[in-house]
C-alpha cells in the first residue's frame, strides 16, 4: 500500500516578508499549562503491572520572550504547542484562503533550543496547514512515521522546509519535531480548518500571485 503524502513544497509564492519574521521574533510565548510536577518521577504502569519510569519532568520558565525567560502566565488551553497569534490573518493570501477554504487561523509556534515536540496528530480541528519556517536551523528536523508490521520499526518521511517558503504539511500523520539546535526555531502555521489536503493542495498549486510579498 502507498504511503500518503507528508508535504508539498509551494515554492512558486512569495517568500515570507521580513515583517512576520520579526513579530515572531518578537513574541512572547506562553507555556502550555503544567502537566507534571517538576521533580517528581513519572510513572505509569505496563500490561504486567510493573513500573515503568519515565523520568523526572524538568521545570521551565512560565515564558519566553526571543528565548529569554519572563514572568508571564501558562496559557490555559488544551492546546500542547507553545504559540503566539500572527497577524498574518490581514494579507490578501490568507483572505483568499479564508474565502477559497475556509477558517484559517494563523499562528506562530516556537521551539526552544535542544528541544523535542513529541509524536502527535495536529488534532485542533485541521487536517492539514500551511506552514513557513522563519529560521535558518538546519539542525532541526520534522518528521513524519508511518507503522510497520513490526511494533517498534518505523518508516520515516523528513520535510526538508525551504527557508521562508510555504508549504503545505499534512497534520493527520503522526510527527514530530526536532530541534537539535542552539537556535530557538520558529515557523508560521496557517491550520486550515474546513478542507482536506488534498483539497487545498489542488487550490494552492493553482494559486498565483502578482507580487512577490504578502504585505
Ligand atoms: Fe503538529
Not at 15 to 44: C, K, L
Not at 187 to 214: C, G, M, Q, W
Request: glycine share 4%.
Amino acid at each position: 500500500m502507498s504511503r500518503p503524502e507528508t508535504h508539498f513544497h509551494l515554492d512558486h509564492l512569495p517568500p515570507i516578508d521580513q515583517f512576520f519574521i520579526d513579530e515572531a521574533n518578537n513574541a512572547t510565548y506562553p507555556w502550555p499549562s503544567v502537566d507534571y510536577e517538576p521533580g517528581v518521577p513519572i510513572t505509569t504502569l505496563d500490561k504486567s503491572g510493573n513500573v515503568k519510569n519515565h523520568g523526572v519532568p524538568i521545570s521551565t520558565p512560565a515564558c519566553t520572550q526571543q528565548g529569554v525567560s519572563v514572568e508571564g502566565a501558562r496559557h490555559t488551553r488544551t492546546s500542547r504547542t507553545i504559540s503566539q497569534t500572527s497577524s498574518f490573518i490581514k494579507t490578501k493570501f490568507a483572505q483568499d484562503l479564508q474565502a477559497n477554504l475556509g477558517r484559517i487561523k494563523p499562528k506562530y509556534l516556537y521551539n526552544p533550543p535542544r528541544s523535542l515536540y513529541d509524536w502527535h496528530q495536529d488534532l485542533g480541528g485541521h487536517k492539514c496547514c500551511v506552514n513557513f519556517l522563519l529560521t535558518d536551523t538546519p539542525g532541526a528536523r520534522t518528521i513524519h512515521k508511518f507503522p510497520t508490521d513490526c511494533r517498534l520499526n518505523f518508516q520515516v518521511d523528513v520535510v526538508e522546509y525551504n527557508l521562508y517558503y510555504p508549504l503545505l504539511f499534512n497534520a493527520r500523520i503522526d510527527h514530530c519535531v526536532i530541534n537539535m539546535t542552539d537556535q530557538h526555531r520558529y515557523i508560521l502555521h496557517i491550520p486550515l480548518f474546513d478542507v482536506s489536503y488534498d483539497v487545498a493542495k489542488e487550490y494552492l498549486v493553482n494559486y498565483t500571485s502578482d507580487s512577490n510579498r504578502y504585505l
